[in-house]
């Protein structure tokens, strides 16, 4: 790779040596952020008693008779082979050794990639690419199921990566390669990949390496390795059902979808073969445009889908793949790193909720990633006019009536394009979902949370404002009044807010974005009150005879409160997000909506929300007051950073060359036309 120098702009000789320093700062940031990283994945590791990691190492000469005796062994002979030598050693030893070198592999892993970027590099992605890279690795899936007993996905990686991009001379190379494969076995895909990309002598010393080293095992394990290559099929069924979630191949796919048989292999077989072109034929292209660290993930990616076991722990090659640029829009750049960032580091009931008909992609979301990578996603070439210079995002300039003494961050800069969709579903489902783990997580504690249930009753007392115990006995005496209540109380607080958010995402972008960001500033905060104030809601409050018209009886007796507390913290009620989301909803409809109708259904909305989390004994009047503070807090945090809703007219990005200098000219046309119509509204 070029050095990174050359491809920096000189601003001047301060300038370069202020930009230097502050690149020093945040690389050294970003690798004690790695290093911290590592250091939690290993002390998660070596909590395990020794004789339990032991135990899930499963070595060669720990198992009776053979090496897939007891069905657990997974890797090939040859890595029986290899990992022999360290029966003899004893488990605390070995359980340090073995967490060390694995974190130490996965580090070698991001700098060898970062080393492997197409020129010209910027030189801020030269230095911080390795640490971003190694902290992305660190958290994610693959490695921290690859730092278990036994796992030896991180090695064939590092091997692959060392033959493509730093070992000189197509042997040693090769021999590298074969080494890789010889410890799984799909990754000899790779020799066709080297050979359709003109290294044709590395394909053929990687092909007799990869036969050298497995003739080896069968001449000293010819058991082992009739079980492992005939028997199971490359290791079919070992570790684990074939079905099972940790499966993420074809093979395991389509078990899951209760294919089996003659059927299902018939198919599996024409899909491995469909990916195999498809891929290969991708990676050779992007491999002779110089992004050969693309063609490398791409054929990574279709070696674990098309083996007949692909773990969860081999998918390393996944994460790689965010080397790709895709996308003509700078503003649609980030999609692609983003989605694979968070389908690598969450789980896949974080990312998609527990639905039946989402089950097939929940299921399957590393499979289905790995797939896109090696077979979709249409990455650009360097050739592209928009690999340097993609379409500039447009922003509204800085609003005069920001207050002074608070610096605008360059992230809230008023974006007037519509945002990308998959990157806004991926955040708000994601966001929710840490929303409720977090809101799950907050103190639980019964008498903290009624002893501040009981402080506020008597504030309300003091205030003259209790009225919760007469409202719900009211509504409980009127049946249909309850029924309207339970209805809305259960119905509107997603619909609503869901809506609005779709409506303006797709008529009103520049909106869009203010009002998204208001809702979500609302929530943190709310959510920080969850943690601090823990409150018990009147309906969980004893001897005050306040009766649950929604979830029915609760056994105030029971901790637990029966299966509810289950569901979610049934203490995180001050502020009320009932009420505080409902409120977002009629301030948004009210200053937005054209009609009067229309605003008078945004005024009456937190009216009718308000009654119902009393009228339901699920919230105190002063909870609404706290989601409306929330609510507050939250738009003014918005107008703070930001500026008023009102955008003004754009400042065009600066583009070189005749065609960019088009492309922005019509970028900023079409930015002061979104303006002029926002202002008309």
Known sequence: ????????????????IGGSGRLAAARLLLWALAGALAVRQAAAVLRVPPGEWLSGFHLPGSLPGTLYGAGQFTGTPFAGLVLKPFTGLAAPSLEVAWTTVTLLFVAAIGLVAARGLPDPVPRRTALLAAPVLTALLMVSLPVREAASPGQTAVLPVLLVLLAVFRVPGDRPAGFLLGLAAALQPALLLFAPLLWLAGRRPTARTAAVTFAGATALSWAALPRDSWT????????????????????????????????????????????????VFLGLRRAARYARDGQLLLAVAITGCVAVAVSPTGWRHQLLWVLLAVAGKVGKRAADRPVWPVAVVLAMTLSSDVLLPNLVALAPVRDNVLLLTALAAACAVPFLPRSSPYWHEPVPTDYGRPAAARWGAVPLLPFWRRVLSRPNLLLELLLIRVGYSLYSHIRAAAPTSRSLAEGNGSQIHGIEKALGIDIEHAVNHAVVNTPWLEAFFNFYYTSFHFVVPLTILAVLYWRRPGDYRWARASLGLATVLALIGFWLYPLAPPRLMPGLGFIDTVHGPQDLANPSYGAMTAISNQYAAMPSLHFGWSLWCGVVIVVLAPKAWQKLLGVLHPLITVCAIVATANHWVLDAVGGAAVVSAGFGLVYLLSGPRRLQLAVPAQRTGTAADAEGAEGAEGADQQVKAAART
């Open 228 to 275: 492992y290559w005939v028997q199971h099929l490359a290791g079919t069924g070992l570790g684990g059902a074939p079905d099972g979630l940790a499966n993420q191949s074809l093979h395991g796919a389509l078990l899951r979808f209760g294919l089996t048989g003659p059927v299902e292999i018939l198919l599996c077989v024409a899909l491995a073969g469909t990916v």
């Open 1 to 16: 790779m070029a050095n990174a120098a050359e491809h920096s702009g000189g601003h001047g000789h301060a300038g370069v």
